[in-house]
């Protein structure tokens, strides 16, 4: 990886390339683009990865190995909402009850108000409470059935409706990037063909919330739900 080559045109010494991702472009492709994440602290990001990895089955090691769980982490896939009243809060729903939606939730700090169903059954929650395991474990069902590994979930529907009561940090990890997060787990195991490599399951995890959060940003304004 050290060794200096001479090129023929320039004369100039230049270092050769590996076929695989190198530290900087893995560094930016797991980092991203900072400029509209999230700040979240070292301390927050630790005690996600703790829960998810200790208290949602389809994030244990079993499924995500854990150095693959930080990388995700590591993405872009945390939101805050802050508001400026009641009426702004209810206008912009965390998840709303019938609407389809294809990603999983975590509460990680604030409260928010839990509307369940018709009925309107409220309750407050806080930090900790998750939303939409049903999809992971639509996911997890897929990507162990070898005969259709193309299969795509594409979404389930929240039967509430969750409303900020102050303002609230969350983590949203969509379908697509646990898919891949799973797959990435399975070839550092050895579970996939030879020909799929470590770096092209964490590179399609990485695409795909980078190309998620460019289109978020895009549909922001007219869509409190992304």
Known sequence: ETDIVMDNKTRKKRRSTSKFVNKEKEFQL????????????PQAVHAVLQFLSTSIDAFSSANIKTEILQKL??????????????????????LENGRPCDHFILIVEGKVEVQIGNEGYKFESGPFTSFGKQILDLVLSETSDTKSPSKVTTSWTPECTIVAKTDVLWLKVKQATFRNAVRASRVDLGDMANSETVETALESMARCVSSISENSQVAKENDPLI
Request: charged share 40%.
């Open 30 to 41: 797991f980092v991203g683009d900072v400029t509209n994440r999230v700040e979240v602290s």
């Open 73 to 94: 982490l590591n993405l872009d896939v945390f939101r805050d909402l802050k508001f400026k009243d009641e009426e702004d809060a209810r206008q912009r729903p965390i």
